[in-house]
């Protein structure tokens, strides 16, 4: 469980804005492709990412494992905001900075590659440089005038929220895995601790990238929380989030993709807490939609045929 402790100045200092800067949505997209989950965007937007990556590109998937912290360092914040600003930010990373937050992310012996960055191989960031402009062309470039209107769209919906119920109606209703209880804003997520803004402020964010909150907080900018898209890009087809809520849809989704999900793996795609991941499951199999079953010191769940006719649309709410 993280802990942001928000003073005055922080409620006074926060700003929703219609998503992530490019970088952040390129890095958080990578991550969502190492994912089995929902589709961030219509039609096969997984295939066709994934035929056209490049040699640097696919190293780019090594840094951004399911389950794991993304380093800090490659989603910089930046006063110049856009894509080759933030790119230029993450080339000149202190050395000391990328290794502790690299052993922080993958413990003392990453893979030879990562090693090598680690120990300030000016070619190896050259790569992944060049890896963040080929991922970020050919996963985004195409898509991004659509996804910008989208998360405009959602930014404007916690804007509403916050204008008709105030600043603590909007951080109360953010994501099942989000708590307000002033002057604390809990969130379940894969770090911990308490973390004290001290005036820097607080930046809401929606991406189609995350099933699960997550936050942002290394550098002298304000906080980002970052929050999941409330609808599918591209359309409002999708009722299982407004039926079951957004944590408990994703849950049906990341199961039906996957066929079978222990409760530690969910937590990890989900980016909750074990214990939270087996509450989500408990409520589901209680409605006839999910099978768990014990298997040694790990539980694996399942979909039954009434949620799988749930997750393919043929089933109605009632």
């Known amino acids: 469980m993280l802990r942001l402790w928000l003073d005055y100045e922080d409620l006074t200092r926060i700003r929703i804005t219609p998503g992530l800067s490019p970088l952040a949505q390129t890095v958080l ?38 389950g794991r912290w993304v380093p800090d360092f490659l989603t910089p914040y930046t006063l110049v905001p856009g894509f080759e600003p933030e790119v230029d930010a993450v080339a000149s990373t202190p050395v000391r900075r990328i290794r502790d937050e690299l052993e922080r992310s993958y413990g003392p012996r990453p893979v030879p590659w990562l090693r090598r960055l680690a120990g300030g191989d000016g070619e190896t960031m050259r790569t992944l440089v060049r890896g963040l402009r080929d991922f970020h062309r050919v996963a985004l470039a195409d898509s991004w005038s659509g996804l910008g209107d989208h998360l405009c769209a959602e930014a404007s919906r916690h804007a509403r929220t916050m204008a008709r119920d105030g600043i603590g109606g909007l951080l109360g209703s953010l994501h099942p895995a989000i708590r307000w209880t002033s002057p604390v804003l809990e969130i379940e997520t894969l770090r911990d601790g308490d973390v004290h803004l001290d005036g820097r402020g607080l930046l809401l964010m929606p991406s189609v990238f995350v099933a699960g909150p997550r936050v942002l907080v290394a550098g002298e900018g304000p906080a980002t929380v970052v929050v999941p898209s409330s609808r599918p890009i591209g359309g409002t087809g999708d009722t299982l989030p407004q039926v079951f809520g957004r944590t408990r849809a994703a849950v049906i989704r990341l199961v039906g993709a996957d066929g079978e999900l222990t409760t530690g793996t969910l937590a990890a795609r989900l980016g909750v807490s074990a214990a939270s991941a087996s509450q989500h499951a408990t409520a589901l199999r209680g409605a006839g939609l999910l099978t768990s079953e014990r298997r040694g010191k790990t539980v694996h769940h399942a979909l039954t045929p009434l949620g799988e006719r749930f997750l393919r649309g043929g089933e109605s709410p009632e």
Request: proline share 16%; net charge positive.
């Open 29 to 66: 997209g990578a991550q969502s492709l190492r994912g089995v989950g929902p589709e961030p965007l219509p039609g096969a937007w997984r295939s066709r990412t994934r035929a056209g990556l490049t040699g640097p590109s696919r190293l780019l998937l090594d840094l951004v494992p399911p």
